[in-house]
């Protein structure tokens, strides 16, 4: 069976959408799924976040030809969880690949021999909507919008459908939007919640059920190198995103 293929898109920065790639990566994994992620920013932070060794062959060295797609991947310290690194190389691919041919298919066209290796593969972009990340819309076939519980999200919100929806219409009609997650939410603040209720009422049939918390540990694990349920599997966020692998499965 192929795997199944899942960019976390958001073109605005700090909403959560590197944490999400690697918690829901990491509670499928525990699900006895095989998981491989790909960091597709250059910031890296992805990579950090379960371990990973950006001084080997990243994902830039695979679009570039330097590498099979299969000899990039490395194993994470955690049970069926793999990853593809970032690096900063990536900041330069929107200019090298800008005069190419076919050039929002280089991502799909370097690593598709891994369909069959994963049953998962989750792809964090970056956050811009530039070639990159045509490229990962190409790629797709889910896309899954984490969100900050703010008024400016969804002002992005917007924008991003725009973009998703011409990406069906010229360079990948099997596109689908899996979801729309909130994430960092506060039960003190009440523009939270009204938030979380215009856009429910706006995308009835894409809202998660499951909303991510504000927490401090949450905050904290990357920088350990960890995803939530190993550096602390009794925070409320490791239960949320437990709760958010059970919703993915159930829509894909």
Same mark, same amino acid.
């Given at each position: 069976?192929?795997?199944?293929?899942?960019?976390?898109?958001n073109?605005?920065?700090?909403?959560?959408?590197?944490t999400t790639?690697v918690?829901?990566g990491s509670?499928?994994?525990e699900?006895?799924?095989?998981?491989?992620?790909?960091?597709?920013?250059?910031?890296?932070?992805?990579t950090?976040?379960v371990s990973?060794?950006?001084?080997k062959p990243?994902?830039y060295?695979?679009?570039?030809g330097?590498?099979?797609a299969?000899?990039?991947?490395?194993e994470?310290p955690?049970d069926?969880?793999f990853?593809i690194?970032?690096?900063?190389d =990536?900041?330069g691919?929107n200019? !090298?690949? *800008? +005069?190419?041919?076919d050039?929002?298919?280089y991502?799909k066209n370097? %690593?598709?021999s891994?369909?069959d290796e994963?049953?998962f593969i989750l792809?964090?972009?970056p956050?811009?909507l530039?070639?990159?990340t045509m490229n990962?819309?190409a790629w797709?076939e889910?896309?899954?919008?984490?969100m900050?519980?703010e008024?400016?999200a969804?002002?992005?919100?917007?924008?991003?459908?725009?973009?998703?929806?011409s990406?069906r219409k010229n360079?990948n009609?099997?596109?689908k939007?899996l979801?729309?997650?909130?994430?960092?939410f506060?039960k003190?603040a009440? =523009?939270?919640?009204?938030?979380i !209720?215009d *856009? +429910?009422?706006?995308?009835p049939?894409?809202?998660?059920?499951?909303i %991510?918390p504000?927490t401090i540990r949450?905050?904290?694990?990357?920088s350990?190198?960890?995803?939530i349920?190993a550096?602390?599997?009794?925070?409320?966020g490791?239960?949320a995103?437990q709760n958010l692998a059970k919703e993915v499965?159930?829509?894909?």
């Open positions: 069976m192929s795997a199944c293929k899942i960019i976390f898109l073109q605005k920065g700090g909403v959560g959408k590197t790639c918690n829901l509670s499928l994994a699900m006895g799924n095989k998981v491989l992620l790909i960091d597709f920013d250059s910031q890296g932070n992805l950090g976040a990973g060794d950006s001084r990243t994902i060295n695979v679009i570039a330097e590498i099979s299969k000899d990039a991947v490395q994470t955690f069926n969880l990853v690194p970032g690096s900063v =990536l900041a691919l200019l !090298e690949l *800008v +005069s190419e041919e050039r929002e298919y991502l370097s %690593i598709s891994l369909d994963f049953d792809l964090d972009c956050p811009s530039g070639l990159l990962a819309l797709a889910y896309v899954f919008i984490p900050q519980c008024y400016f969804m002002e992005g919100l917007n924008m991003l459908m725009r973009t998703i929806t990406v360079i009609k099997d596109l939007i979801g729309i997650l909130f994430t960092m506060t003190r009440r =523009l939270n919640a009204e938030v !209720e *856009v +429910s009422t706006f995308f049939n894409l809202v998660f059920k499951t %991510i504000r949450l905050a904290e694990a990357p350990h190198g960890l995803p349920s550096y602390d599997s009794r925070n409320s490791n239960k995103y499965i159930s829509r894909v």
